[in-house]
Nanobody, 124 residues
Framework: QVQLVESGGGLVQAGGSLRLSCAASGRPFSVYTMGWFRQAPGKEREFVAAIRWSGNSTYYADSVKGRFTISRDNAKNTVYLQMNSLGPEDTAVYYC?????????????????WGKGTLVTVSS
């Protein structure tokens, strides 16, 4: 059974930083591209960032480029998202999942399963 457990969210002031973690189990996620998605209140879930299994290739949504950094530790089946220079527009519930990269440069969820996510709230 697939399990994705996100953590690290919280309340932070604009300009601050947070580091999210995602612990995956139930599948050999070390061979998959993994990534993060987020869903803001009243909006659809959107792609944020992804990282290939080797860690050599990363992908980011335009809205977070230069501010967010994705990384992974395959030995721990864990994916991280370092978020810097946060703004109120980053307020959302953040989810991790395996990712399929589209030709449009965006990532799409690889499995039809979502964890509970972790809430990030950025105050202005």
């Amino acid at each position: 059974q697939v399990q994705l457990v996100e953590s690290g969210g919280g309340l932070v002031q604009a300009g601050g930083s947070l580091r999210l973690s995602c612990a995956a189990s139930g599948r050999p996620f070390s061979v998959y591209t993994m990534g993060w998605f987020r869903q803001a209140p009243g909006k659809e879930r959107e792609f944020v960032a992804a990282i290939r299994w080797s860690g050599n290739s990363t992908y980011y949504a335009d809205s977070v480029k230069g501010r967010f950094t994705i990384s992974r530790d395959n030995a721990k089946n864990t994916v991280y998202l370092q978020m810097n220079s946060l703004g109120p527009e980053d307020t959302a519930v953040y989810y991790c999942n395996s990712v399929v990269m589209g030709k449009d440069g965006l990532g799409y969820p690889g499995v039809d399963y979502w964890g509970k996510g972790t809430l990030v709230t950025v105050s202005s």
